[in-house]
Structures are given as C-alpha cells and as structure tokens.
C-alpha cells in the first residue's frame, strides 16, 4: 500500500465534502440540526398537567392540599366541579387532562388517624401523559402527607415509609435520557454521505476512471474512511455542543473518552456504510438502506425509546445494530461519568463491527476490480 496514493484519496474526498454543500450539510451539520429537532419530538416529558378539582370536603385541610398540588406550577387547575358530568365534558374538550376528587369527611379522617383517600381520574386517550399525569399527582400528594405531622402522616401512609432516590436523572426529565441517546441515531448522517458518494461515482462514471489509475481498493476504501471519519468528528463536536448548551444535558464524564468512543462507533457505522455501498450502484437505494438500517430500528430496537426486548430474536437484532452499544455508550459518558474501563465491552463490538465491514468492502471491491 502506497500512503502517498492514500493520502492522495483522502485529500480528494476533502475537497470533496468541502465544495460540495449538501455533503458537508450531512457529515458536519445535519446531525447537530436533526439533535435539536428530534429530541423535542420524542420528549416525552409532560411540563403541564390541567387539573379539575371536585372537592367535596369544603375544608381548611382540602384547600390546603389543593394550594400544594399546584405550587409549582407542574399541575394547575383550570376547573372546579360539583358531578362527574361536569368532569366527562372537560375531558371530552380536551380542557382537562386529570381530574382530583377529594371526598366527604377527608379532613376528619385524617385527623382521626384513619386511611384518607383522593381519587384521580384520568384521561387515558393519551397513555403517556395519563401515566405522567398520576405519577405527578401521587407524588405531590405524598410530598403533602409527608407534611403533616408525625400520627397524621402515619396514618394517611400506613406503616410503611418509601423513599425514593433517583441516579443521573434527579428530575427524571425524558430529555436528559433522549438527548444522548438520540446522539447514537443522529451520527448516521455522515455515513449516509460516505455511501451517497460512492454510489455516486458509480452513476456517474467516475469509478471506472479512478480504479483505471494505480490506486488500488484498499488505499481507496481507507481513503474515503479517513476522509469521512475525521469530517465526521466535527458533527460529533456540534452534537456534543447541542446536548450540553441548548437542552443542557449533564456532562459527567470526560470529552476526551467521548471523542474517543465517537470515534470508534463512527468506524462501525461508516463500515456499514461501505458494506451497503458494495451492493448497490444508486443513490436512493443506498439512502434507503442506510435509513433502514440505522433510523427506523433505532427508534424502536436499539433501546432509545424503550429497552432492548427479551425475545431472542429482537435481542439479536438490537445487538447487531451499531447504535445499540452507542447508545449505551453515550449515556454512560454523558449521565454516569463512565469512562473506556467500564465501556470496553460496546466499544470492542463496534470496533470488530467496523473492522468486519471495512474487510468486507474490500473483498468485494477487489471481486468487481477482477
């Protein structure tokens, strides 16, 4: 191998990515642009919950609790009711999103040290909000009993004492977990560029020229990884500055072992990339698999939204997909502060992942050349 005729090639692919403005959109820029957007699409962090209150205590005790559900903010009341009529229409115009019944003799039984009840109903169209929604309400409502005095709140929590602490994510905001983890989705973008390019080159005839000069597959395929990769860290930068800046996600651990382990999943995802490009000749097929490949299981395989699945089957396919162990990657650096020691594992299978691709790519690139 000639590292003049690859520093040859990857000198071409600069010039490349530089001159042309839609290639150097998606290697540096569209993965920062898609972070910002995406995250907010798939928040799913409920910022106001619109609350209808039926008291029917009338007591000192009953407002006291209602002024303390709706201190923050969080929950606020935008109606108050006297039938379950009234509560039913609210839900059916979309005014209310949760509805709080305090019932007769609330304040007498909590003083009487019996067990006080408040009923929530919900509107259940929407699943995820429903399910935040209760969450949120059940929370304050402990937080107020845990105020009360010692025999009251013994009385209206029962004998038990929870306490709930939460890791890396104290507010359990979703996007604090779906900004990392969507960096991992977003980073395809120069690997869609790499496989645009070279079936570009096959559409337009120049392949056949470049492999007619003495540059052979190797020193052309590494040159284009080279090209790509170290292109491709600058969007890891603007991802990085996107998460931490705008959506200020906590950074715990070190930049330099992100950059680091960036760089590793960037070998396995642009080894994908050349793996795909060895089959296809056109530009929108290539597209199409790289999207299938890594946008559309990401969402839903990879463990972004929901964990890896249990069947053998579906864990077996998340495994295969590079952004799987990215995605465990990045919210270990970013949340937990994890450094290489503790993500050896991910960072050797997207490395055999890359190696496996690049060799691949070349064993048929040297078929197409015989």
Known sequence: MSTRRLLSVVYKEFCHIVRDVRTLFLVTVAPAFLLATFSYVFAFDVDRVDVAVRDLDHTPLSRALIAALTADGDLAVVAYVEQDAEVERLFARDVADLAVVIPHGFADTVLDGGMAEVQCVVDGADAITASQAAGLLESRVDAFVAGLGHQQAEAALGRFDVSTRVWYNETLKALVSMVPGMVAVILCMPSLALALALTREKETGSFENLIATPVRGIEYLLGKLVAYEMSGMASVVLAWLV???????????????????????????????????SFVRNQQTAMFLILMIFFVPSFFIAGLILPVADEPIARAIAY????????????????????????????????????????????????KLA
């Open 243 to 277: 998460a931490t800046l705008w959506f200020r996600v906590p950074f715990r651990g070190s930049f330099l072992t992100f950059l680091l382990l960036a760089a590793d999943y960037m070998i396995a995802s642009l080894g994908v990339s050349l793996v795909v490009a």
């Open 320 to 367: 295969v997909l590079p952004t799987t162990h990215f995605i465990t990657i990045s919210r270990g650096v970013f949340l937990k502060g994890l450094g290489p020691a503790a993500l050896w594992r991910p960072a050797c299978v997207l490395l055999a992942m890359g190696i496996v691709g690049q060799a691949i790519s070349l064993v048929l690139f040297e078929k």
